[in-house]
């Protein structure tokens, strides 16, 4: 009995393994793989188009756009007017000699006169602006500062 089991067990193997070869070489044919020959550059004919029937030239005579964006189109206007503040017309105080003594005298007076100002420093060079539109006042600063003996001018300044 084992000698049959046996020998139906070789008997399906050894047809098993002949079906897998004859199928094997019978379709190993069938898989060619055929290569294209490219001619070479310097064998090749130079083809020149004629610029009257060239793409580019109908493009350019045709009036319909036939094109589109990739993207939206968005147009935005924003009026900065309301979030820009307006520039100030203000006056500098030019002196021509800083020391102590004419910044101090020129507190004073600007002081006495209940005029609005600013004093700042740029670069050691105090710079003083005067927030007054009167020219009668102005210049009434400058005679001041002059019993002071300290040169002034005022300068007019937009910030």
Not at 106 to 111: A, D, F, G, M, P
Not at 116 to 129: A, E, G, R, T
Not at 133 to 151: A, Q, R
């Amino acid at each position: 009995m084992q000698k049959k089991i046996l020998g139906v067990f070789f008997t399906i193997l050894f047809v098993g393994v002949i079906g897998i070869l004859y199928n094997f070489f019978n379709y190993a044919d069938d898989e060619i793989v055929q290569t294209k020959q490219y001619p070479s550059p310097l064998k090749m004919e130079k083809k020149t188009q004629n610029l009257d029937s060239s793409w580019i030239d109908g493009l350019a005579r045709s009036s319909k756009n036939r094109y589109e964006y990739p993207v939206n189109e968005l147009f935005m206007q924003i009026n900065l007017h309301k979030y820009i503040p307006p520039k100030v017309k203000s006056y500098k105080l030019i002196i021509s000699n800083v020391d102590r003594y004419s910044v101090f005298c020129v507190i004073q007076t600007l002081s006495s006169l209940k005029l609005p100002f600013v004093l700042s420093k740029d670069k050691n060079i105090p710079n003083v602006y005067i927030n007054s539109s009167k020219d009668g006042v102005l210049k009434k600063v400058t005679k001041k500062l002059k019993e002071y003996d300290i040169d002034s001018k005022i300068v007019e300044e937009w910030k």
